[in-house]
Nanobody, 126 residues
Framework: VQLQASGGGLVQPGGSLRLSCAAS????????IGWFRQAPGQEREGVAC??????????YVVDSVKGRFTISRDNAKNTVYLQMNSLKPEDTAVYYC??????????????????WGQGTLVTVSS
């Protein structure tokens, strides 16, 4: 199981970015995928999750980004996206995607995420 996050960069406050989580060697649609972030000196925080399509495909976003961030899938591209709008300086962090690796799973507890992609840095600054 190999995941790769991409799409980070420097954006001004109020701007948008779309992060991508791509998979190698397996079909992302079968798995719950979560997005996490870690700011300097802070603990890693769960941001969003999408359940496997064979579960119910439900999505979840943490309250601090609700209404600004959206998680979605493009099965044709075997990719999960995190659309981030109205970005704030406090959104600055390294963003990671991860999965528990279980086929058909719903969004698992944070401690069950076992496979992680490398991070992509998002910097929100003027």
């Amino acid at each position: 199981v190999q995941l790769q996050a991409s799409g980070g960069g420097l954006v001004q406050p109020g701007g948008s970015l779309r992060l991508s989580c791509a998979a190698s060697g397996f079909t992302l649609d079968y798995y719950a995928i979560g997005w996490f972030r870690q700011a300097p000196g802070q603990e890693r925080e769960g941001v969003a999750c999408i359940s496997s399509s064979s579960s119910d495909g439900s999505t979840y976003v943490v309250d601090s980004v609700k209404g600004r961030f959206t998680i979605s899938r493009d099965n044709a591209k075997n990719t999960v996206y995190l659309q981030m709008n109205s970005l704030k300086p406090e959104d600055t962090a390294v963003y990671y995607c991860a999965t528990d690796g279980y086929v058909g799973s719903s969004c698992p507890p944070v401690h069950d995420y076992a496979y992680w992609g490398q991070g992509t840095l998002v910097t929100v600054s003027s």
